[in-house]
Structures are given as structure tokens and as C-alpha cells.
């Protein structure tokens, strides 16, 4: 399993791998993809979580390098959710795509009684697709399948969860960590302050403390999971060139990138 902590790089070592990787990913599509037929029902949102992963890295990398530290951490975070999702979503095949539809449904249903009760402007018109959307069909499934759905659903919106399930909840502090400076928390009330060591007032400060050099070697981790994922995907495996290249250079050989489902 991938923990930062057992990664011994250096986030110029990091940057290179992630520029790297994400060229490679901008290369294997640039031109198009083939997908075998028994993988095209998960490809289309297995590809836009790919290139989110990949664009999201590419802003973070360009934050950085703008002066910026703790305010990529929520991009960061969305990058490390949707590694992990992404090898969720394409282990558990149909069934977590329908997990991932039912959920869509149950957020879009949410929303639209939100607007409603708010009066928001085109209220109506959203109820109305509401409408048209919960009624697509889904095939008859067995009692199994339907509670394995269930269960599917309920990772889908637990991150904690989903990866107990699969044996990496040791990743989940760095992602509550992230999760602070993604939303109001003491951790961003003190982000622009320091705090001497004599115990005197608090200091001003025009950036953060907080050093970005982890959020780059987290992005490089995650576009390398990302592509060992979705290459096998596509006829050819067209980045198993640049994963094997970005695994030597992170020092990565022999090191499991990505978990397996345990429960």
C-alpha cells in the first residue's frame, strides 16, 4: 500500500514523475482510445475522473509553483478521493456503476427540493428532469446483488468506509487532514498566523506556514495509481511506458499501489 510516509523522494523527484505522467496521459487519448466492448459501460466515468485527477494535478503543480501551499490542499484532497474511487469504481464493475447512479439520483433529488423550498429560479425545470431521470431502468437484480448495490452506494459516499473495505484506512488521517483546510476549522483560522515561541500576540502573515511539498509528492502518488488503472483499460495499454519509468523514478518497484477489496 502507498503511504506517503514510506515514500523517500523528493518533491522535485515527485514534480518530475507528475509532469511526466501527465503528458503521458494527455498522449495515450489525444488521438482517441478503443475500450473492449466489456469495458465501455465504466470507461466514460472511469475516463472523467482520470482526467480530473490529471488536471486537478496539473492546477496544484501550477499553485505551487505560484507561491501557494495550504490552498491547494482541497484540490489535493479531491485528487487523492478520486484516485482511490477510481480503482473502486472499475473493481467493482456494473454494480458500482448503478451505486454510482442510484447516488446521483438521491443528490439530484436533494438539490431539486432545495431549490424548491428556497424558490430558487428554474425550480420547476429541474423538477421536471428529476423527474425524467429516476425513472430510467435498471436490469432485475437478485436479492445478492441488490444488497452488494447497497453496500456500494453506502462507499461510495463514505470515503472512510470504502477504505476500511479495502484494507487502506491508514490513508484516511491525510485525507481528514486535507478535509480541514477544506472547510471552515480551526486549522484555517491559525493558517496565516504565527504564533512565537515566548507565548507574545500572534504575528500577521501574508502566506501560510504550511509547507506544499507533501500535496506534490500526494499528486505524483495519485496520477501513478490513476494511470495503473485506466491504461489496462484501453486497447494497447498505451502508459505502461511512463508508469514504469514514473515507478522506478518514485522508487516504487515491488510496492502494491493500490488496494484490494479485504471485506
Not at 491547494?72 to 487523492?80: E, H, I, Y
Not at 424548491?116 to 445478492?144: C, D, F, H, I
Not at 506544499?212 to 488503472?229: E, G, H, K, N, R
Request: hydrophobic letters at 40%; a negative charge; one cysteine or more.
Amino acid at each position: 500500500m502507498v503511504n506517503n510516509e514510506d515514500v523517500k523522494l523528493t518533491p522535485e523527484t515527485a514534480r518530475s514523475a507528475a509532469e511526466h505522467l501527465v503528458k503521458a496521459a494527455e498522449n495515450a487519448v489525444g488521438e482517441g482510445v478503443r475500450v473492449p466492448a466489456d469495458r465501455e459501460f465504466v470507461f466514460g466515468p472511469v475516463y472523467s475522473w482520470w482526467r480530473l485527477v490529471c488536471r486537478t494535478s496539473e492546477l496544484v503543480l501550477s499553485a505551487v509553483d505560484s507561491g501557494f501551499g495550504a490552498e491547494v490542499g482541497p484540490l489535493v484532497r479531491n485528487v487523492l478521493n478520486h484516485a482511490y474511487a477510481l480503482n473502486w469504481l472499475v473493481d467493482n464493475g456494473d454494480p458500482a456503476m448503478y451505486a454510482l447512479v442510484r447516488s446521483g439520483r438521491e443528490s439530484q433529488r436533494k438539490m431539486v427540493e432545495k431549490v424548491e423550498t428556497t424558490n430558487w429560479p428554474g425550480a420547476v425545470q429541474l423538477r421536471a428532469v428529476y423527474e425524467q431521470v429516476k425513472e430510467l431502468s435498471e436490469p432485475e437484480w437478485t436479492q445478492a446483488e441488490e444488497r452488494q448495490i447497497t453496500k456500494l452506494v453506502h462507499e461510495l459516499g463514505n470515503f472512510h468506509d470504502q477504505l476500511d473495505r479495502y484494507g487502506a484506512v491508514e490513508i484516511y488521517p491525510a485525507y481528514s487532514h486535507l478535509s480541514s483546510l477544506s472547510h471552515t476549522s480551526i486549522e484555517t483560522a491559525s493558517l496565516y498566523l504565527n504564533h512565537p515561541e515566548d507565548g507574545s500576540r500572534a504575528e500577521l502573515m501574508l502566506t501560510s506556514w504550511l509547507s506544499p511539498d507533501t500535496y506534490v509528492i500526494q499528486v505524483a502518488l495519485s496520477l501513478l495509481q490513476t494511470a495503473s488503472v485506466v491504461s489496462p483499460l484501453i486497447t494497447g495499454d498505451p502508459m505502461r511506458d511512463a508508469i514504469e519509468k514514473a515507478t522506478g523514478d518514485l522508487g516504487l518497484e515491488g510496492v502494491q499501489l493500490l488496494p484490494t477489496r479485504t471485506v
